[in-house]
């Protein structure tokens, strides 16, 4: 840890303070026995736009978990076309036929242009898809990122400079452009190219390819910090106790590489929530008919200067999203690491 | 720092080596022919084999990106198809035409778009990043750190569309996008680009706004800032001879990069607006798996990436004159 310099910047660090209710930094250290993890808790708990972005993000994964209970509850799916067993709910132009995009005690959110769909359901199971597929892209480009990055930092020598290399070139890849190019080579792995393609395995392929160039910015984190580690006493002091490399890893570097770990997946699940609904939208991910924030706004760009409302739903909700995930992160960061700052 | 130029640019050689021989052999695994496709309807099997001679990919893998590696520095013959002179990049496939010619055809768009919304959000980013800086905790600051976290968390896909929707259909303030050569009629230009480049600004402008806040609150605080009110130097003097200096080393950094990726094609910025650039070129190549066009398109984005990462690295040493290039 770096001395704490004399400037004006230090009264903003965040200190722990149980008396008074204002924010203020390690004042505690080594008076009271509290681990660093109900340290970072508590600090947590004290922030109040954390908790409510943490309360609106646990919203979205409800929702998007009880997806199917809560449609069966509301009576309908995303996938009938309601339109076509009642006429009247489009008008002549297959627009909605109620104002507001169909909005109605039937159809809470509108029902869909030309299709008829219901909004809602949709947009529940849009969410789930969504959500679905950026947890496990970032679940697997930790893991990736972490493995890599320690066993590059802890080995150094040969097998450091061959990883920091591969790192160099990946984050060279201009990414959108990749993932664009290669879905299809994914695709083709496991689909002959006239087949239709699986949804389940389309989304397999998005997770491979948005972790394919997730893992490196990772990677590089960490091998530096091991490095940084890796020379201290106390990884010193385990070696010559005749530990072996796996019990150092693991023992000894990973509770101190936690705080990174943390803090650099929960800015990438935005980054995938949107970069998947951007490939959606642009053709190359999921596709129509499954729900699908990106597909939800492709399907609303077709007819927007028509029905804006329909887009509004998947373009607000993940805007709002995207803004808690990230207000989230923040106050993590800053429970994690008072230190850091914005 | 001619060193550094030489052994950084033949480094950028080298990734882009690799990434040009990765992308050849990964499209090769898409089991796709391409010469069915620029054969058409109609095709024979000796027609087949005409084309797949005369595009040159009725060799092995290897030899075919040796043969296009070549073709960069001496020029390439495709039979029937004509010739495509030193600088070659190969023949596309599906527009019969080679593909520096469409690159450079598409880049003036990429470009106008990329250089205009920099223009747009490196003025507003700093200007309210210094703002906030400078009124630390007051209502400035809080309005402008706020609105930039919701701002950078909107997605060119949905406010792109809401943009055009209240500006050009509903207000009718602004024109549908559309692109004329700044050559041909300058205020045509800026009026068809506005619109992209305000919405391309608005999520942009956000990164800038933290990032000149917290580097410029960071080099406020700093001894030699403080030593030269001391002195009896102005406050302005000092905030713009002194403390806006250092801190924008990192904005150039990050402006770098921005830039590199812009011009490297704005692939769903380009499909919102339908401009025809070259991000929706790369959408459109890959779509037909026209390999020569998406390794162009490649090629360009990493080269400006690696490039400006270069340009980045030499101008942060001549802002800072602590930084050396070792």
Known sequence: MTPPTPSTAAPLEVTDDTATKSTTSDGSKGSESRSPGRLAWRRFKRDRTGVISAYVVIFFFVIAIAAPLIAKLYGKNPYTTYA????????????????????????????????????????????????????????????????????????????????????????????????????????????????????????????????AFGWASIARLLRGQVLGLREREFVEAAKVTGASPMRIVFKELLPNLWTPIIIQSTL???????????????????????????????????????????????????VVFVVAFNLLGDSVRDALDPKSKR | MFRFLVRRTLGALVILLIISAVTFWLFYAIPRDPAMMSCGKNCTPDMLKQVRHNLDIDHPVPVQYWYWLKGIFVG???????????????????????????????????????FGSAVVFLVFGIGSGMIAAVRQGKWQDKVASSASLVASSLQIYFIGYVAMYFLVAKLGILNNPSYTPLTQNPFEWASGLLLPWLVLALIWTANYTRMTRSQLVETLSEDYVRTARAKGMSSRSVFFRFAWRGAMGPIVTIFGIDLATLIGGAIITESVFSLQGVGRLAVQSVNQSDLPMVLGVTLLSAGAIVVFNIVVDAVYAVIDPRIRLA
């Open chain 2, 76 to 114: 390439r013959s495709y039979g029937d198809f004509g010739n495509c002179s030193a600088p070659c990049l190969g023949y596309s496939f599906a527009n019969r035409e080679p593909v520096l010619g469409t690159i450079l055809d598409r880049l003036p768009l990429t470009l106008s778009l990329a």
């Open chain 1, 84 to 211: 076509s067993a009642n006429p009247d709910l489009l008008d002549a132009f297959s627009y909605p036929a109620g104002p507001n995009g169909g909005m109605s005690s039937q159809f809470w959110f509108g029902i869909e242009p030309q299709l008829g769909r219901d909004v809602f359901t949709f947009l529940l199971y849009g969410i789930r898809t969504s959500l679905g597929i950026a947890t496990a892209a970032t679940l697997l480009t930790t893991v990736a990122g972490v493995v890599i990055g320690v066993t590059a930092g802890y080995l150094g020598g040969r097998t450091d400079y061959f990883v920091s290399r591969i790192i160099d070139i990946v984050l060279s890849f201009p990414s959108t452009l990749f993932f664009i190019a290669f879905m299809p080579v994914v695709y083709g792995i496991f689909v002959a190219p006239d087949d239709n393609i699986p949804t389940s395995l389309r989304a397999i392929a998005l997770i491979l390819v948005l972790s």
């Open chain 1, 268 to 318: 990438l699940l935005p980054a995938f929530v949107t970069t998947e609904a951007g490939l959606a939208f642009l053709g190359v991910g999921i596709i129509d008919p499954t729900p699908d924030w990106g597909v939800m706004i492709q399907r609303g760009a077709e007819f927007y200067s028509q029905d804006l409302t329909f887009m509004l739903f998947p373009g607000i909700s993940m």
